[in-house]
């Protein structure tokens, strides 16, 4: 078994696209000898040349030229896969694919290398390579520009590592959500990244976490949130100078430059782009897709205002750095049409531009790379109309218009619909709080003038003492119904918000929605139509969380059975349950209280138990209903969780068994699992 931190290096590579694991060739004169001896003892047999290639190839991924490693790597892997070696045969797929990567024009075999290892990751044992090679086969396709296929990868490699690779499942996530942003995918996008930066957060990983921010600025900058991308950026510059991260420092700067040429602020622009090729300069910063970036972005630059000689120099700067370090076939292949573009625009005849804009918009098309497709719109709509082809340059801006809107329309929609119900929870969690704070307090008031009246009457009359303590005692018991009714009520209004809320998103949202994917089906834009769909299956999803229609329409048996069903499918936990027909027995409310209990267990234990497997038992006992919840997670102290005020999932679960005047009972112990059970008398 090789080190995890090793295996971590490897997969760094989609940020760190520059970052080499073998050395350039600083191969001494005893590490030679032995790679020399190695080798001559291969001749052997099939069991004995697998032992020669354990040792041969580290020394080649190690110090080995790059023919040694693609000439010895590919035998070594075959003889692995010969004699069952899996985990072998897995890790030197993936540092074969390293190499590859860094080999001009070699990105679609490294592709081809990771498919085949997929074929095999099913018999390889260690949870870590298996969800590296899924990795690494989606790093593949994001290289080439395959975002979608890219982002199936990714979600395949999260459900093969387990808990104790929370890592890996971090980079995973960070590496989910810059392909669903190169797709234009906003809300999901920010979801993985904030999921991604929590992750690195907790385990105290400083550099992955700034890495995440970088690209929640560049996501912001995108959709014009340009303030909130600023703040993070020059944030994140102090912290990559703290950190020598010279690389990642230039990065911010360029995505900075970007940000101030979408605001059309060109000269701002052009400072920054000159200060981080200065920089990339002065530091020798050996990464070819970086500096061709920078080149690039000031050929688009100077193409934009005219400056001819500068134009070809960036660009001819940035078009040698390709054919030496790269070649085609990557994501800068996109950014080279457009500067291409733009320079025979504008310093050439503009019938010739024509060309190079139809290959700009077909790639652009194939990639699915939304912001690239109305750019190719803009310049389209613009060399019509220098043109004289008014009517193709009115078509162009039509289609641009309409594909904006659309677009913006669904994240806008999604967006408020999202945040819009945490909202809403997040209020009425904060009422019900402090309506709990209002009746401590009173009832607190009420106990101190009652201990101060007894004494000061004690002296006087012991009857009137009695009395009064009768009284007082009437009127606590009296605040404690109060409260009781109260939190009932309280619940009750909850469910009715709730529903309100979930009917309303359905009803005026979601018809919205469907009004907007209707007009998008007639515009043939399957990107948007594909959008859209998604962002009604969210809405809609947001909708049943909200209220449980199929407790409505199935009964409380088969809700709750549907329920464990959909948890079963969707998550690693083993459900098993033993559901009697309670339905009869309850009413409609009560059978929500019942459901709404069931649904704050299940919550406590995908956020808290790390459980593997969950027992459910809904049992009718002589009229009397019981249900028992278990779980092998990790336990907790109740008494503890219970007086932390932050607890409010239990304190909801206490005031809803109340409710159903029945009674909680909760069995826990730190590392033994919980049980949780419920007794409603009818």
Request: aromatic share 10%; hydrophobic share 40%.
């Amino acid at each position: 078994m090789f080190p995890s931190s090793f295996l971590r290096v490897i997969l760094f590579g989609q940020i760190c696209t520059t970052f080499l694991l073998f050395s350039n060739i600083h191969t001494g004169f005893c590490q030679q000898n032995q790679i020399d001896k190695l080798k001559d003892q291969l001749p052997a047999t099939d069991e004995k040349r697998l032992e020669i290639f354990q040792d041969l190839l580290p020394l080649l991924y190690k110090e080995g030229t790059e023919e040694d490693i693609i000439t010895y790597f590919p035998e070594g892997i075959n003889l692995a896969l010969q004699q069952h070696e899996f985990d072998v045969a897995g890790r030197w797929s993936i540092e074969l694919y390293q190499v590859y990567e860094r080999m001009p024009g070699q990105r679609q075999k490294a592709l081809e290398l990771m498919q085949r290892a997929v074929d095999f990751s099913k018999n390889v044992e260690s949870s870590v390579l298996r969800g590296s090679i899924f990795l690494k086969l989606a790093a593949a396709h994001y290289n080439l520009g395959d975002f979608d296929t890219a982002i199936e990868g990714y979600s395949q490699a999260i459900e093969e590592f387990e808990v104790q690779d929370s890592i890996y499942v971090a980079d995973a996530l960070f590496f989910r959500g810059q392909a669903k942003d190169y797709i234009g995918d906003f809300i999901n996008s920010l979801t993985d990244y904030q999921q991604a930066a929590l992750y690195y957060e907790l385990l105290g990983d400083d550099e992955f976490t700034a890495h995440v921010e970088n690209s929640m600025g560049i996501l912001f900058s995108k959709y014009e949130l340009y303030e909130e991308a600023e703040k993070i950026r020059l944030s994140l510059l102090d912290k990559y100078q703290n950190l020598g991260f010279d690389r990642e420092w230039a990065v911010v700067m360029l995505n900075r430059a970007s940000s101030y040429k979408k605001l059309g602020h060109e000269e701002k622009n052009r400072e920054l782009l000159l200060e981080t090729f200065d920089f990339i300069e002065k530091e020798n910063l050996e990464d070819p897709e970086l500096e061709i970036s920078v080149n690039l972005a000031l050929a688009i630059h100077y193409a934009t205002t005219g400056n001819q000689e500068k134009y070809r120099f960036h660009y001819d700067k940035a078009e040698n750095l390709r054919e030496e370090k790269i070649g085609s076939g990557s994501f800068l292949d996109l950014t080279f049409l457009r500067a291409v573009y733009l320079g025979e625009k504008n310093f050439s005849n503009p019938q010739n531009a024509i060309k190079s804009l139809n290959e700009y918009k077909s790639l652009a098309s194939q990639l699915d790379k939304f912001s690239d497709q109305m750019d190719a719109l803009k310049f389209e709509a613009d060399l019509m109309n220098d043109l004289g082809r008014h009517k193709e340059a009115f078509e162009a801006l039509t289609k641009l218009t309409e594909k904006k809107d659309s677009l913006m329309a669904v994240n806008k929609a999604a967006s408020f619909a999202f945040y819009q119900t945490l909202y809403e929870t997040e209020k009425k969690e904060r009422e019900l709080l402090n309506k709990e704070v209002e009746i401590k307090n009173i009832t607190a008031s009420n106990q101190r003038r009652l201990a101060w009246i007894i004494g000061g009457f004690l002296t006087v009359l012991v009857l009137l003492s009695i009395l009064y303590l009768y009284r007082g005692l009437q009127s606590a018991k009296k605040a404690r119904a109060m409260q009781e009714q109260f939190s009932r009520d309280l619940l009750v209004y909850q469910e009715e918000e709730r529903k309100r809320i979930s009917k309303d998103l359905h009803d005026g949202l979601g018809q919205s929605l469907l009004l907007i994917k209707n007009k998008v089906a007639m515009s043939a834009d399957p990107s948007a139509a594909g959008l859209l769909n998604s962002a009604i299956e969210e809405l809609r999803g947001i909708s049943r969380s909200l209220h449980p229609f199929q407790l409505e329409e199935l009964g409380l048996t088969k809700a709750i059975q549907n329920t464990l069903d959909h948890l079963d499918e969707e998550t690693d936990i083993f459900v098993s349950s033993e559901l009697d027909d309670v339905d009869h027995l309850l009413s409609k409310e009560e059978q929500l209280h019942i459901y709404r209990i069931l649904q704050e267990v299940f919550n406590n234990i995908l956020k808290h138990a790390e459980a593997s497997a969950v027992r459910v038992l809904l049992l009718l006992e002589n009229s009397n209903i019981s249900l028992s919840i278990e779980d092998n997670g990790i336990g907790f102290d109740f008494s503890e969780k219970y007086q932390d005020f932050g607890s409010l999932g239990l304190k909801t679960l206490k005031e809803r068994t109340a409710g159903l005047k029945g009674t909680m009972k909760v069995d826990s112990e730190k590392g033994k699992g919980t049980k949780f059970s419920f007794y409603f008398y009818k």
